[in-house]
């Protein structure tokens, strides 16, 4: 695929998926064996991916990713985006806070056969938490 159809549909996972919530769409957007490799989980498969993304979306009911840049390159796009979100169920043995925060990322995804294959997330995590009000210790 050229490279702005590869950022177009780099942008659509992210405005479907992830913003709108839209789970339907992702069998069009992700290959069936899509792996999602978070820093935190990783998941395998469409249906795993679908019932990931439902339940952050419930814990973050608001998550939003404001799309910074996008650079692509073969079949590899960047996208640079902007989280913000509010805590309304556990995550990450976080107890519900109520707050909102606001992190910066991008994510890497991988593209095969028009479709996405592979998304790596990175996030500043430790600026998440601390803004949801928890502490880490060391160790």
């Not at 549909?9 to 069009?28: F, H, S, T, V």
């Amino acid at each position: 695929m050229p490279t702005e159809e590869n950022k177009a549909l780099a942008r659509r996972y992210i405005e479907e998926i992830w913003n709108r919530g839209n789970l339907d769409e992702a069998q069009e957007i992700v290959t069936p064996t899509f792996t999602f490799q978070g820093p935190i989980r990783k998941v395998e498969g469409l249906d795993a991916f679908r019932q990931f993304v439902a339940a952050i979306r419930t814990t973050f009911p608001d998550l939003h990713f404001a799309i910074e840049d996008l650079i692509a390159e073969k079949e590899k796009v960047v996208i640079c985006w902007t989280m913000v979100g509010t805590h309304k169920n556990e995550f990450m043995g976080i107890a519900v806070t109520g707050r909102q925060f606001r992190v910066p990322g991008a994510t890497i995804v991988r593209l095969s056969g028009g479709k996405i294959a592979e998304a790596r997330p990175y996030w500043d995590r430790l600026g998440m938490v601390e803004q949801l009000g928890a502490t880490f210790k060391p160790g």
